[in-house]
């Protein structure tokens, strides 16, 4: 039971093969197994999920449908859920029982998912690793000596050591597309504004998005149309129809024109993956696609931009985490300035703690022009290199990342060196545009990701590409051995 | 452009981050190389582009000002470190 996809388990649960609740039994005893090893949720929430799971049996016995009516599915630690320790991966928050949902906790709990509990993830979403938990690094299934990607790790090695169908992640930089990558999952970051942020804990508020993690397209096509729409209590999201993802699924792909950057093809990618990015483009050509070279010149100043505001926004986002109102206080403060200082000291990791500091350097007078608004400026270059290059081409192509898994503990003593694989993936939150990562085969038994990337508000168009893929490829359907 | 110590001890400071002595030569060194990477943006030449703060250079919605949520202070108060009467304590501040 634990292989089927969401869209399989919507099918057997119409049919009755079996009950959502004893899916969920089915799912919780395989966590109970095998998550000691993997270390990919913080907290599972057994009895709640019994709860929902005999609620979405009862609705459906009272004649309700739904495809994600009795669904299992987990949420990556940052979004708030009432009742249930929230933690984003840090210690700062490691008491912290949210008072109430996320907005996309409660549109897919309203929708019938059933939720098995949080899930780990780097401290405040700031790694590419899933190395900076509090709770814990987390393995990645297809090697367990290896990263599982950040920082959706959790989300992505549990979905992928098939522990759940699906879960929920966010991207700031690439936070749901490289575990995707790095684990042979399909994950979508939708335009910014597209689904509501109310209720995620805030990284970067103007890059964070949060999105669908499975193992197809067609998947995240399901948890994205219970995901996306306006929230009156985001003022960033977004006043815009839904499309209708799944019947977007089957639009054939003649006449589709791809453009594949040539700033994505050098210096830094192994060429292993290089080689499986270009059988993708093949495959895409023989279901009617059409494949031109593009440039986006400025990708290269995307890093360093990035890092300014990145750090920047969350240097103010995380001046909450005070040791007043919630999560962790010191011991013994001796006045208020030591509470803060030893609070936040204590409470957060050496990254969480360099970001902050970054972020606080680039706004401190006499700075902010040369950092801050230097690298917004360098972000609208960004855009626009997307908004030309969509004049002339209706998706881009190219690497997720530029190398495979690393192994656990490799980048840590030098944090540019783990900056500099987000090269792929960052440029698509500067701009704001969607962005999707599915499987494109293995090296060494590893998984590879390709990303396509699509104009604003196109989520549709990407999971129709990425479905159609999948129709005549069964990378995604590839499990690891030993589960 | 690289930062001394004193500098890493007033950005500390301006965050509220408390800093430990042993640690200031490997926090001031790990800080340079971002800062070594991020200074990268200054070779490029930004002459006349308009900073981006918003993806979709959209403006933020404006509510109407009516009241829509309820008191809900005990709630979220139940999990603050330590509250009394609906305050919330810290140390004396005055003395």
């Known amino acids: 039971m634990h292989r089927l996809t969401l869209a399989q388990i919507a099918r057997g649960l119409a049919d009755k093969a079996f009950s959502a609740e004893e899916l969920t039994r ?25 709860e929902q799971a005999r609620a979405a049996d009862a609705r459906r016995a009272a004649g309700e449908q739904g495809a994600l009516l009795g669904a299992p599915i987990a949420h990556k630690d940052l979004f708030c859920t009432k009742g249930v320790l929230t933690t984003c ?16 906790v409660e549109k ?29 690094p987390v393995k990645n299934p297809w090697d367990l000596s290896r990263v599982p990607g950040g920082s959706s790790g959790g989300s992505a090695a549990a979905i992928a050591a098939r522990l759940l169908p699906a879960a929920t992640g966010t991207d700031t930089g690439g936070s749901i597309r490289q575990p995707a990558a790095l684990t042979g999952l399909t994950g979508l970051k939708p335009t910014y504004g597209r689904v509501s942020r109310w209720g995620m804990v805030a990284y970067a508020s103007s890059l964070d998005q949060a999105g669908p993690m499975a193992r197809s397209a067609e998947d ?5 149309q219970a995901m996306a729409g ?17 019947a977007a699924l089957n639009q054939p792909l003649a006449g589709l024109r791809i453009g594949l950057p040539k700033e994505y093809f050098g210096e830094g990618l192994d060429a292993r993956i290089a080689d499986k990015v270009l059988a993708v483009v093949e495959v895409l050509k023989t279901l009617g696609a059409t494949v031109k070279d593009i440039s986006l010149p400025n990708t290269r100043h995307a890093i ?23 999560g962790y206080r010191c011991e013994n403060p001796v006045d208020l300035t030591d509470l803060y200082k030893r609070s936040r000291a204590e409470g957060f990791g050496d990254e969480v703690k360099r970001r902050i500091m970054v972020g606080t350097y680039a706004l401190s007078a006499g700075y902010y022009d040369a950092y801050y608004l230097k690298a917004q400026r360098i972000r609208r270059l960004i855009k626009n290199d997307f908004v030309e290059a969509f004049g002339e081409v209706d998706l881009i192509l190219g690497p997720t990342t530029p190398n495979l898994a690393w192994k656990l503990g490799e980048k840590n003593a030098d944090p540019v060196s783990a900056y500099l694989e987000d090269i792929y993936t960052i440029t698509a939150n500067l701009a704001g545009i969607p962005g999707l990562s599915m499987p494109a085969g293995f090296i060494d ?24 893929y999948q129709q005549v490829t069964d990378w995604h359907k590839q499990a690891p051995e030993s589960f | 452009m690289a930062l001394e110590r004193s500098e890493v001890e007033k950005i500390a400071h301006l965050a509220r981050l408390g800093l430990d002595e042993a640690d200031l030569p490997r ?51 139940a999990v603050a470190p330590a509250v009394e009467d609906g305050l919330y304590l810290v140390p004396k501040v005055i003395e």
């Open chain 1, 445 to 468: 038994g590893l998984p590879v990701g390709v990303q396509l990337l699509a104009p604003y508000f196109q989520e549709s168009r990407l999971l129709n590409v990425a479905h159609q």
């Open chain 1, 304 to 326: 360093p931009s990035y890092y300014v505001i990145a750090p920047a926004e969350a240097s103010s986002n995380l001046s909450r985490f005070d040791g007043v109102r919630f």
């Open chain 2, 27 to 77: 926090t001031t060194e790990t800080l340079n190389n971002i800062l070594g990477l991020i200074d990268r943006m200054q070779a490029v030449d930004t002459t006349g582009v308009e900073p981006l703060a918003h993806p979709l250079e959209t403006t933020q919605r404006l509510r109407a000002d009516q009241v829509t949520e309820r008191n809900q202070r005990d709630q979220y108060q």
């Open chain 1, 26 to 50: 089915a799912l919780l005893a395989r966590i109970a197994e095998h998550d000691g090893t993997l270390n990919s949720f913080i907290t599972v929430t057994e009895e709640r999920a019994l």
């Open chain 1, 89 to 104: 991966g840090s210690k700062i928050l490691h008491n912290f029982v949210s008072p109430y949902d996320a907005t996309v």
């Open chain 1, 108 to 136: 897919l709990t309203a929708a019938g998912a059933v939720s098995l509990g949080k899930l780990n993830m780097d401290e405040f979403a700031m790694g590419s690793a899933n190395e900076s938990s509090h709770y814990g």
């Open chain 1, 230 to 246: 306006l929230d009156p209590k985001d003022s960033t999201s977004v006043d815009q129809p839904v499309d209708d993802y799944l």
């Open chain 1, 220 to 224: 995240c096509a399901l948890l994205l």
